[in-house]
């Protein structure tokens, strides 16, 4: 059935450097969402893109929606011990939003 | 403003007894989602509710587990007949849910459950 993949699981990067994670659907999405989750936390949504091709930042984290709206991507520049944990992509499947597995980040400082 | 609250935060049981898990959404949204979260692992959704709609149960693992949502606000997901895997944290997530649109949603903390 439909699903959100998302990709690598695991990242762990040398403060400074930068960091990206994926997501892809084998069908269109309207939206995709993305969240994150600092350890012992829970998931915190960060942004929402909705347009073919649109990219957004916040500050060093740059989000994109592919022009087919079938994959995402969150890129980090630079980062940071704060960058520091799981970052789920989310797209709609039916009626309801759906999560990726994550992608866990972690940073050696 | 109050966010989502969940209540017990941590639950331990015995393997075999039934537990009842409480969510308390946003005031005023209509969607409420129940996911699971085993440790180091990713979202696992369980059930849906929007507004009046038929609940979209279709993550639930098996006929143990069951949930309702009273007047379209306090959720409770109860589990049966508890068995060691289901062992995880449970989070409950609200949003508007406006029809035809996706929002974003908000998480509780969490319940952790424990079944010895």
């Known amino acids: 059935g439909q699903q959100v993949m998302q990709i690598p699981q695991y990242q762990h990067v040398q403060e400074g450097e930068d960091f990206t994670t994926y997501c892809n659907s084998s069908?269109?999405?309207?939206?995709i969402q993305w969240y994150k989750q600092r350890p012992g936390g829970h998931p915190v949504f960060l942004i929402q893109?909705?347009?073919?091709?649109e990219v957004k930042k916040q500050k060093r984290l740059t989000f994109q929606f592919g022009e087919a709206k079938k994959n995402s991507s969150l890129h980090i520049t630079a980062t940071q011990t704060t960058d520091v944990g799981t970052y789920f992509c989310?797209?709609?499947?039916?009626?309801?939003?759906?999560f990726g597995a994550g992608t866990r980040l972690t940073v050696k400082p | 403003g109050a966010g989502v609250s969940q209540s017990p935060s941590n639950k331990v049981t015995e393997k075999g007894k039934d537990v009842e898990l409480r969510c308390d959404p946003i005031?005023?949204?209509?969607?409420l989602y129940w996911y699971r979260q085993s440790l180091g692992q990713g979202l696992e959704f369980l059930i849906y509710?929007?507004?009046?709609?038929?609940?979209?149960k279709s993550g639930l693992p098996s006929d143990r587990f069951s949930a309702e949502r009273t007047g379209g606000s306090v959720s409770t997901l109860t589990i049966q007949r508890t068995q060691q895997e289901d062992s995880a944290v449970y989070l409950c997530?609200?949003?508007?849910?406006?029809?035809?649109?996706?929002?974003?949603?908000?998480f509780g903390p969490g319940t952790r459950l424990t079944v010895l």
């Open positions: 997530a609200s949003s508007l849910g406006a029809s035809g649109s996706y929002n974003e949603q908000f």
């Open positions: 069908t269109t999405l309207s939206n």
């Open positions: 893109l909705v347009k073919s091709g």
């Open positions: 989310a797209g709609p499947l039916q009626n309801d939003m759906r």
């Open positions: 005031s005023g949204h209509t969607a």
């Open positions: 509710f929007q507004g009046n709609s038929a609940p979209d």
